[in-house]
């Protein structure tokens, strides 16, 4: 089982609608979880980040994170084809040998049509 | 506050060549990561610095790959010998991790190809 999963997708949604975006992660002593963006050619950048249970809201974005489960989910309302770009979970793993260590999902790719 | 720096951006050597890439973190912070990300995939952990300290380097294919980090700073990251399968782009980030901060920064990365 892969550390961090996220469906490759493509994933498609018009141009107005809600983009949801899901990954799990193996490890229950998982303590933060972010979402990055990255453009075609790109490198990614930071767009969320979260450490609680529970709904984070940042603009048209909602990270959402549900430890019991072990998936955190990020929401991009009002999607804009400017938001076409694939999307990548990390999860920070937690302090371990001395040091936090983080794991990149594989990302999703989103494609927001007009 | 400047980003972190890469150079160069855009490299293209023949297998067996060496290469060398360099970078230059955000001022003050104390985490330092080389990934390779290949067409498609995301980004793979090389190696990670705290300081100029190594606390991973698990997946770094010692036997051609190097990196070190001086005073804490900029870091070079060596192929040597380089083979096809390293076609990639190097990204470079860091981290301030003070005060539970684990946000990683994202250089523009190297675009190596090898033919």
């Known amino acids: 089982q892969k550390e961090v999963e996220q469906n490759s997708g493509p994933l498609s949604v018009p141009e107005g609608a809600i983009a949801s975006l899901n990954c799990t992660y193996s490890?229950?002593?998982?303590?933060?979880f972010f979402w990055y963006r990255q453009y075609s050619g790109k490198s990614p950048e930071l767009i969320m980040f979260?450490?609680?249970?529970g709904d984070k809201e940042d603009g048209r974005f909602t990270a959402q994170l549900n430890k019991a489960s072990q998936y955190v989910s990020l929401l991009i309302r009002d999607s804009q084809p400017s938001d076409s770009a694939t999307y990548l979970c990390?999860?920070?793993?937690?302090?371990?040998?001395?040091?936090?260590?983080?794991?990149f999902g594989t990302g999703t790719k989103l494609q927001v049509i007009p | 506050e400047a980003g972190v720096a890469q150079s160069p951006r855009y490299k293209i050597i023949e297998k067996r060549q060496s290469v060398a890439f360099w970078c230059n973190p955000i001022s003050g912070h104390a985490t330092l990561y080389w990934y390779q990300q290949i067409l498609g995939q995301g980004p793979k952990l090389l190696i990670q610095?705290?300081?100029?300290?190594?606390?991973?380097d698990s997946q770094l294919p010692k036997d051609r790959f190097s990196a070190e980090r001086l005073k804490g700073v900029d870091s070079t990251l060596k192929i040597q010998p380089a083979k096809l399968e390293d076609s990639a782009v190097y990204l470079c980030a860091s981290s301030l991790e003070l005060g539970g901060s684990y946000e990683q920064y994202f250089g523009p990365g190297t675009r190596l190809t090898v033919t």
């Open positions: 979260i450490y609680s249970n």
């Open positions: 490890d229950r002593g998982s303590q933060s």
């Open positions: 990390a999860v920070n793993l937690g302090f371990s040998g001395g040091y936090q260590k983080v794991t």
């Open positions: 610095f705290q300081n100029n300290g190594v606390v991973d």
